[in-house]
């Protein structure tokens, strides 16, 4: 079996040439039979590994179109006077609404470039949904909740994963080429990109993220001292 | 083909390999995260243009009931329009270390009527609470722990930013009550658990210095309807003999205890609330009220936009020395429904003082009724109408009637 390695260094050119010619076998053998997956770990300089962190593909190879994601639609929670997820990365065009299952108002609110938008006080499921069609983080907040905090990432194509808490991920379905994957995270001083080439099966990487410590989460939620 | 387009067509070439070649680096910027400051500032300003009562507020002295009145000219009384700054809210936050987070809120008011004159009766700077916060939780519950200066929480009313109503501009008897003498100098904690199904069980107990003077208002001034939150450093004037009380006056060296419960159930569509409150008052020292009481609530969402919120108090105070004794009332129920942007609200208000040495001293039974309407929009902007009338029969006999309305403009930051 050939495993292909992560390359440090871009030579675009070649990259591109390489990579056509993959996708190009790719589709002459049967394309979705050659689908594979990119695995890793998403760690810091420490080696201690990072929850929480996007890690998605923003090229991919040449002469290759990004498929049209499964699914167009996403839903950030709101519970206990938290957002649910946290993190949550879309594709860009997606939908995405904000219920809201607390039993009291929440004002959702972003100020981010990628998307400017409020919903008035609102309870329940009745908000009207928001669409992200610009790439990039929009960091979100209730204006009634200080606390309350959490990133919308807005990625180019369907190829992207959240790490859970060990820092692992799998970007699954991906015909064979040379990928562009940036790994990224809420508390990252530089994010990481790497160019990475895969031929079949599973492809192993480790993204290293530069991060700032983390803080002590404001108090979330719970009981009657807690205001609207 | 000109010198010149030759220079554009590489130039375009050259920013199209570097593009291809790193095409995040352009990105990046769009996805990178302001990192939320340690410090925060909160500001709420509420500007009203207000017609109250005939009377005198309470406020000054008089016999009005709600939060702004008329003014006394002789035995006559004269109805006034007034500007007032209702309210002007700072609350600076800061995390403090170790999980822990320091809350402040300090509040100034004043007022303006047709004739230029002022209200004498406004504090200088209210320091309304002050407090440090920690909390050890997870998805499915928790404990958390407040010391400093707060208000033991069982208004149903007071969850608005800034400690303001949500529903209306005037909370109701019951809870304008519990915002006026209810501060408490100590400790609370909390804890709380939600089922995997989304119900939630919560309980709070506290204990703390200060509110050895609680009860007087109602027993010498009785019930009134006002958003006026009164600080740790206030002094409220009491009906008879121009007298004044100090909310934060602690003689006996007893501290108040407290706690609370609430459930609310899975599906969302309310929570039960009780709660009880003893300050333990000693009434071998004097000054010092023994007051203790219990409150009960629902607070409802049976349908998207409609909220509907029922409290009811009971309890007793009395002092040494006066024939003041009493038993206290109050109930209310607020209907209100929100449609996009627009709220609507509805309460009725009953509230009682029975005498319980078997004089009229301290006798009073009333009601209110409270239609407000309420507009937010560009997220920090809120204009609002409200109307209350109020009766009771503690008022002296030819004061007139309780009723004003009020026209607001609440920025919050």
């Known amino acids: 079996m050939m495993v292909s390695r992560p390359r440090a260094a871009v030579n675009g050119m070649r990259a591109s040439t390489l990579g056509f010619a993959t996708v190009l076998l790719a589709l002459l053998l049967g394309g979705d039979g050659m689908a594979a997956e990119i695995t890793?770990?998403?760690?810091?300089?420490?080696?201690?590994?990072?929850?929480?962190?996007?890690?998605?593909?923003d090229t991919l190879p040449a002469g290759m179109t990004a498929p049209a994601p499964a699914e167009r639609t996403a839903a950030m929670d709101q519970v206990q006077k938290q957002f649910v997820p946290h993190v949550l990365p879309v594709v860009a065009g997606t939908e995405v609404s904000f219920p809201n299952h607390d039993q009291i108002h929440h004002h959702v609110y972003s100020f981010s470039r990628t998307k400017t938008f409020e919903l008035p006080l609102h309870k329940g499921e009745n908000a009207q949904p928001v669409t992200f069609d610009q790439l990039g983080a929009a960091k979100i907040g209730c204006n009634i909740h200080d606390w309350m905090d959490a990133v919308i990432v807005v990625v180019p194509t369907p190829y992207y994963a959240l790490t859970d808490d060990a820092g692992l991920f799998v970007l699954r379905d991906m015909p064979p080429g040379t990928y562009g994957v940036v790994g990224w995270h809420e508390r990252q001083r530089t994010s990481q990109r790497q160019s990475v080439e895969v031929v079949d099966n599973t492809t192993p990487i480790?993204?290293?993220?530069?991060?700032?410590?983390?803080?002590?989460?404001?108090?979330?939620?719970?009981?009657?001292?807690?205001?609207? | 083909m000109k010198l010149g387009s030759v220079i554009t067509i590489a130039l375009t070439l050259v920013a199209s390999l570097a593009s291809a070649q790193s095409p995040y680096d352009e990105a990046d910027e769009r996805y990178e995260v302001e990192e939320k400051s340690r410090f925060s500032l909160r500001a709420l300003v509420d500007l009203r243009v207000v017609q109250?009562?005939?009377?005198?507020?309470?406020?000054?002295?008089?016999?009005?009931?709600?939060?702004?009145?008329?003014?006394?000219?002789?035995?006559?009384?004269?109805?006034?329009?007034?500007?007032?700054?209702?309210?002007?809210?700072?609350?600076?936050?800061?995390?403090?270390?170790?999980?822990?987070?320091?809350?402040?809120?300090?509040?100034?008011?004043?007022?303006?009527?047709?004739?230029?004159?002022?209200s004498p009766d406004h504090d200088p700077v209210r320091i309304i609470e002050g407090f440090v916060r920690r909390d050890w939780a997870d998805a499915g519950g928790g404990w958390s722990a407040v010391i400093g200066l707060s208000n033991p929480p069982f208004s149903l009313e007071h969850t608005g930013p800034a400690r303001t109503p949500v529903l209306s501009l005037t909370p109701s008897a019951l809870t304008s009550w519990l915002w006026e003498e209810g501060r408490v100098l100590g400790a609370e904690g909390h804890w709380w658990h939600a089922t995997p199904e989304g119900a939630e069980l919560a309980a709070f107990a506290g204990a703390g210095w200060g509110p050895d003077q609680m009860g007087i208002l109602l027993a010498r001034r009785g019930w009134v309807l006002s958003d006026f939150l009164s600080g740790a450093n206030s002094r409220l004037p009491v009906l008879d003999g121009n007298g004044f009380t100090e909310v934060f006056d602690e003689r006996d060296g007893r501290p108040a205890v407290y706690a609370g419960a609430s459930l609310a159930d899975p599906w969302k569509i309310g929570s039960a609330h009780v709660g009880y409150f003893d300050n333990l008052g000693d009434l071998a020292v004097t000054g010092v009220w023994e007051t203790r009481y219990g409150v009960a609530g629902l607070a409802l969402t049976p349908v998207a936009g409609l909220d509907v919120t029922v409290q009811m108090l009971y309890g007793t105070t009395t002092t040494r020395g006066a024939a003041l004794a009493s038993t206290i009332n109050a109930f209310y129920p607020i209907v209100?429904?929100?449609?996009?942007?627009?709220?609507?609200?509805?309460?009725?208000?009953?509230?009682?003082?029975?005498?319980?040495?078997?004089?009229?001293?301290?006798?009073?039974?009333?009601?209110?009724?409270?239609?407000?309407?309420?507009?937010?929009?560009?997220?920090?902007?809120?204009?609002?109408?409200?109307?209350?009338?109020?009766?009771?029969?503690?008022?002296?006999?030819?004061?007139?009637?309780?009723?004003g309305w009020q026209l607001s403009y609440r920025f919050r930051y």
């Open chain 2, 52 to 118: 109250g009562s005939e009377v005198p507020s309470w406020q000054e002295n008089g016999p009005g009931k709600i939060r702004y009145g008329g003014i006394a000219d002789g035995a006559a009384f004269e109805r006034v329009t007034r500007f007032a700054i209702a309210q002007l809210a700072l609350q600076p936050a800061v995390e403090i270390g170790w999980g822990w987070r320091a809350e402040a809120q300090i509040n100034w008011d004043g007022d303006l009527d047709e004739h230029g004159n002022t």
């Open chain 2, 336 to 403: 209100s429904y929100r449609w996009r942007e627009h709220r609507v609200s509805f309460r009725y208000d009953d509230f009682s003082v029975r005498d319980d040495d078997g004089g009229n001293a301290t006798q009073e039974d009333g009601n209110a009724y409270t239609v407000a309407y309420l507009l937010e929009f560009w997220l920090r902007h809120r204009v609002a109408f409200e109307y209350v009338w109020v009766d009771s029969d503690r008022a002296a006999a030819g004061v007139p009637g309780d009723d």
């Open chain 1, 40 to 57: 890793g770990k998403v760690v810091d300089p420490s080696g201690e590994p990072l929850a929480g962190a996007v890690v998605f593909v």
């Open chain 1, 206 to 228: 480790t993204l290293t993220i530069d991060v700032n410590p983390p803080r002590a989460r404001v108090p979330a939620r719970g009981g009657a001292r807690s205001y609207e």
